[in-house]
């Protein structure tokens, strides 16, 4: 539901996934990263993007799309 783009961002990794960076979390892109702010599953609330990964302990690394 938000998110901000990161340009300059160099990590590895093939667009659509889930890295953590710093203390962000975020998607690979084919030209950086997307930093997510808040999330939301269908039919659920939204929420921070910290608190949905600590529920969802598989989201970081996994491939979105």
Do not use: M
């Amino acid at each position: 539901l938000r998110a901000r783009p990161i340009a300059d961002w160099q990590g590895e990794g093939p667009p659509g996934r889930v890295v953590a960076r710093d203390d962000e979390i975020g998607v690979a892109t084919g030209e950086g990263l997307l930093a997510l702010e808040v999330v939301q599953l269908a039919g659920k609330k939204a929420l921070d993007v910290r608190a949905f990964a600590r529920g969802q302990r598989r989201f970081v690394g996994s491939i979105l799309g």
